[in-house]
């Protein structure tokens, strides 16, 4: 859907006498603000998931988060990440440093096509969850619909043109209200994008009621699909003569 196009018009008139410059004579600038939007439709599901570990030995900790690597890889979905940290579990406690075990996590961020494929990585990471019990628990992070960066792209560039072809239709009017012939100097572009991240937590709700019977039937949420709306705004210069 194509909105409204915005209009700011300043003129500024320079006059010059017989001079240097006096090919400048009886010019005028014109300073044009335009602005053209759309709605884009998201095309891709994302969410963050961080597997957080814990344990009395470093090497089941990492040992657990190994396989959860292998998982995840197992599933073919498209994510990147797969970074981990492990440290050791220390806390104050009575002005000194206590330390039990260790921590440690590994973060995953998908581009999914279709939300239900998010099913299949719960169900996955419940396994670890029945496994381990306490040990493992997990954090999903900004579940939402987006807009691809090559859709994104495409529209961008779509929009550039457009506000350029009604940049050079205003030129030509511009033209002939001012009985001068107006050409365009100057064309600066300002693009204001569809936000990414939305502020949205969700801590370890699926695995903590994930059982043999029902972990190969999760149904997590899925937030509504809504348009994300991407805008162009140029600030355009034309002289006069």
Same mark, same amino acid.
Not at 179 to 182: A, N, Q, V
């Given at each position: 859907m194509k909105k409204a196009i915005l209009f700011v018009i300043i003129f500024i008139i320079l006059f010059t006498g017989n001079n240097a410059f006096s090919e400048q004579k009886d010019s005028t600038k014109v300073y044009i603000t335009l602005e053209e939007a759309k709605d884009l439709i998201?095309?891709?599901?994302?969410?963050?998931?961080? &597997?957080? &570990?814990?344990?009395?030995?470093?090497?089941?900790?990492? *040992?657990?988060?190994?396989? @959860?690597? $292998?998982?995840?890889k197992n599933l073919r979905l498209n994510y990147k990440g797969g970074k981990y940290n492990v440290y050791r579990n220390c806390w104050w406690e009575k002005g000194r440093e206590v330390c039990s075990g260790y921590k440690g996590n590994v973060y995953y961020y998908f581009e999914l096509e279709k939300p239900e494929q998010?099913? $299949?990585?719960?169900?996955?990471?419940?396994?670890f969850k029945? *496994?381990?019990?306490? $040990? &493992?628990?997990? %954090?999903?992070?900004?579940?939402?619909? %987006?807009v691809s960066k090559r859709n994104l792209r495409i529209a961008e560039e779509e929009l550039k043109l457009e506000i350029v072809d009604t940049? *050079?239709?205003f /030129?030509? *009017?511009m033209s002939e209200k001012l009985? $001068?012939?107006?050409n365009?100097?100057?064309?600066n572009y300002d693009l204001r994008r569809p936000p990414i991240w939305y502020p949205f937590r969700e801590e370890d709700i699926m695995l903590k009621s994930a059982t043999k019977e029902s972990?190969?039937?999760?149904?997590?949420?899925?937030? @509504?699909?809504?348009?994300?709306?991407?805008? &162009?705004? /140029?600030s355009i210069t034309l002289i006069c003569r």
């Open positions: 998201p095309d891709i599901y994302t969410l963050s998931i961080t &597997v957080n &570990v814990n344990s009395i030995q470093e090497a089941e900790l990492i *040992k657990i988060l190994g396989n @959860v690597d $292998k998982s995840i998010q099913n $299949k990585i719960l169900e996955s990471l419940a396994e029945e *496994k381990h019990g306490e $040990k &493992v628990s997990l %954090t999903i992070s900004n579940p939402m619909w %987006t940049a *050079k239709a /030129t030509q *009017k009985g $001068k012939i107006c365009i100097s100057e064309i972990r190969i039937s999760l149904e997590a949420p899925t937030p @509504v699909k809504e348009d994300k709306t991407l805008s &162009v705004k /140029t």
